[in-house]
């Protein structure tokens, strides 16, 4: 029949499913559709309000925080709610000065009220606000973006918190500490801090039963940080956020890497990680028995002869080590540092038992032309001293004014010890 209102006959978990692939503003909107649609929007599962587009290119110097009104605002749409809300997140410019930190703290007491949210993201794009974070019992999923957080005095824990993620948080040691040990069922932990002139670094010793997955910014607000027992740990992936001085990071560094050692079987470590590294005294006999992945970032620009003793350290470390991708950084520039890394890496090793018998896939990726022919360098590398290697990619910005046959001109004369070592170039999209 002609003008038959099906929508609205269907049951009402299906409504609230086409409401939930909307924005929320605009679900709200359909109140005003009829006098049947006045209240289906307030038994959404999910709210994600704000903004959560990256802001890359944007002048925070014009930026104004939200209104305090704004927050108000979503505070009575929680509030509005009429079914169970398990999933919120919320993204703005807040500020710090505008006593908007209180309205927050009203608005999270509300969603404990609620009292069954199962994920909660909280992102501050401009001022770094107090949260006074409530024990909801029932959380998974937490993630935390500039903030500083405080824990209250009765807290017990988030006994069912599997994933935590504190991106640029000033946090207490003890605070971070309770919060960490008391979620016994954590598999994900994202770490990076804020700590200001004069507070005591962080100071971490995960000791995390169910930990599974790792992933650490090391800089100048970290003073320890070590995995003392995590069984179930399988992925780290670790880096260095703004460093002044990478000497005084490098025991932080150590600790975390090899304290990873036992359990890993992949890892991830940016080149920062690496230029520290090379101002410890390396443990040489230490070995990572189940990598079977490592993924690293390389500058070669600044790869001196300490950092390329790091890298072949990694090597003789990683003694089943079966994939390595290996991503060099912008370099526009052939020096006395490339000549040399060029001399070192074109030489045999002897010794490296990943490399004689486990090593099958390789992959170099690249950018501009003159990282390229460094890039090549590390190629001929893989092909001198992998036995076993079957797989040899050489990846590279389409718009780096490379072609595949200048990388073919540069590796004919390579010297190949594997017999099934395939070569492969790809051309691949510029994704920023």
Not at 28 to 45: E, K
Not at 53 to 58: F, H, L, T
Not at 339 to 354: A, D, F, Q, T
Request: net charge negative; charged share 20%.
């Amino acid at each position: 029949m002609e003008g038959e209102d099906r929508i609205s006959s269907l049951p009402l978990d299906v409504i609230v499913s086409i409401l939930s692939n909307l924005e929320v503003k605009d679900a709200i909107r359909t109140s005003v559709l009829s006098r049947s649609w006045r209240h289906f929007w307030t038994y959404l599962p999910s709210l994600r309000i704000g903004r959560f587009i990256d802001d890359d290119d944007a002048d925070f110097s014009e930026i104004e925080p939200v209104a305090s009104s704004w927050i108000e605002g979503v505070h009575h749409v929680v509030s509005s709610l009429r079914g169970p809300l398990l999933h919120f997140a919320l993204s703005q410019y807040f500020s710090s000065a505008s006593g908007q930190s209180a309205l927050l703290k009203s608005l999270l007491d509300l969603l404990l009220h609620k009292g069954c949210i199962e994920t909660l993201q909280l992102k501050s794009r401009f001022d770094r606000v107090f949260i006074k974070l409530p024990s909801f019992h029932s959380l998974k999923q937490l993630e935390l973006y500039r903030c500083y957080l405080v824990l209250p005095v009765d807290f017990q824990g988030f006994h069912c918190l599997s994933s935590l993620t504190l991106c640029t948080v000033q946090i207490s040691n003890d605070d971070l500490h309770l919060l960490i040990h008391t979620s016994n069922k954590l598999t994900t932990f994202k770490g990076g801090f804020f700590v200001p002139l004069g507070v005591q670094p962080v100071s971490i010793k995960l000791n995390s039963p169910s930990l599974n997955y790792l992933e650490h910014i090391i800089d100048s607000s970290n003073e320890k940080v070590e995995v003392v027992s995590a069984p179930y740990l399988e992925q780290a992936k670790i880096g260095n956020g703004a460093l002044i001085n990478f000497e005084n990071s490098a025991s932080s560094n150590l600790g975390l890497v090899t304290s990873t050692a036992a359990t890993v079987s992949s890892l991830y470590l940016d080149f920062c990680v690496l230029e520290s590294l090379s101002f410890a005294a390396l443990p040489l006999n230490s070995t990572f028995p189940r990598v079977r992945q490592l993924n690293l970032v390389l500058d070669i620009g600044t790869m001196d002869k300490t950092v390329y003793d790091t890298f072949i350290w990694l090597l003789r470390s990683m003694l089943c080590l079966e994939e390595l991708n290996v991503e060099l950084n912008d370099y526009y520039d052939i020096n006395e540092v490339d000549i040399l890394m060029r001399e070192l890496l074109l030489k045999k090793h002897n010794g490296l038992s990943c490399l004689d018998q486990t090593l099958k896939r390789v992959r170099i990726g690249t950018e501009n032309l003159d990282s390229v022919l460094t890039g090549i360098t590390l190629v001929k590398f893989f092909l001198l001293n992998a036995r076993v290697l079957e797989l040899m990619k050489v990846s590279y910005w389409t718009d780096s004014k490379v072609k595949p046959s200048m990388i073919e001109k540069e590796l004919q004369k390579a010297k190949v010890s594997s017999s099934k070592a395939k070569v492969v170039i790809i051309p691949s999209e510029r994704t920023m």
